[in-house]
């Protein structure tokens, strides 16, 4: 039987593009959500669908357009997190340039799962009360690599 585990202390990590094959740790990350390693599904029902009990059909088709999502607690003088176009969140989110991520499950197995993807949103949130914060959100490109199954 699977015994449960913590998610606290999972690691997302950005390829350094000064340093192909380098990752670098993206500080203070809240919650995830995603990636979706499911499949978009087609509809195949046809005239004989009274012979199935008058349910529908699907296939499988193309894996999900999947993203992962996360508020980052910003900070300015961190460069992960700024608007260089060589080093930045912020300058990955204006430049739209494909990188390559891990993301880190810190359970016993040290799950990691490998893919390249965009940023598709790093929009800035200062509230006046409360973490300044950059919610985030990449857009995975291709296929997943899992590595410590």
Same mark, same amino acid.
């Not at 998610?7 to 500080?27: K, M, Q, V, Y």
């Not at 490109?141 to 199954?149: I, K, R």
């Given at each position: 039987?699977?015994?449960?585990?913590? &998610?606290?202390?999972?690691?997302? /990590?950005?390829?350094?593009?000064?340093?192909?094959?380098?990752?670098?740790?993206?500080?203070?990350?809240?919650?995830?959500?995603?990636? !979706?390693?499911? =499949? !978009?599904?087609?509809?195949?029902?046809? =005239?004989?669908?009274n012979l199935?009990?008058?349910r529908r059909?699907?296939? /499988?088709?193309?894996?999900?357009?999947?993203?992962?999502?996360?508020?980052?607690?910003?900070?300015?003088? *961190?460069?992960? =997190?700024? *608007?260089?176009? /060589?080093?930045?969140?912020?300058? !990955?989110?204006?430049?739209?340039?494909?990188?390559?991520?891990?993301?880190?499950?810190? !359970?016993?197995?040290?799950?990691?799962? &490998?893919?390249?993807?965009?940023?598709?949103?790093?929009?800035?949130?200062?509230?006046?009360?409360?973490?300044?914060?950059?919610?985030?959100?990449?857009q995975v490109?291709?296929?997943?690599?899992?590595?410590?199954?």
């Open positions: 039987m699977a015994t449960p585990t913590s &998610s606290l202390g999972i690691i997302l /990590a950005r390829e350094d593009p000064g340093a192909p094959g380098t990752f670098e740790s993206i500080g203070q990350i809240g919650d995830f959500t995603g990636p !979706d390693f499911g =499949h !978009d599904a087609v509809e195949t029902t046809s =005239h004989e669908a199935n009990g008058r059909t699907f296939i /499988a088709s193309l894996g999900k357009a999947t993203q992962l999502s996360f508020p980052l607690w910003f900070d300015s003088s *961190d460069v992960i =997190h700024g *608007d260089d176009a /060589a080093t930045g969140i912020i300058g !990955d989110g204006m430049s739209g340039t494909l990188r390559n991520f891990q993301m880190t499950l810190q !359970d016993t197995g040290d799950f990691k799962i &490998s893919f390249a993807a965009f940023v598709a949103q790093a929009e800035l949130n200062v509230p006046v009360e409360g973490v300044n914060t950059l919610n985030c959100s990449l490109s291709g296929n997943f690599t899992f590595d410590g199954f």
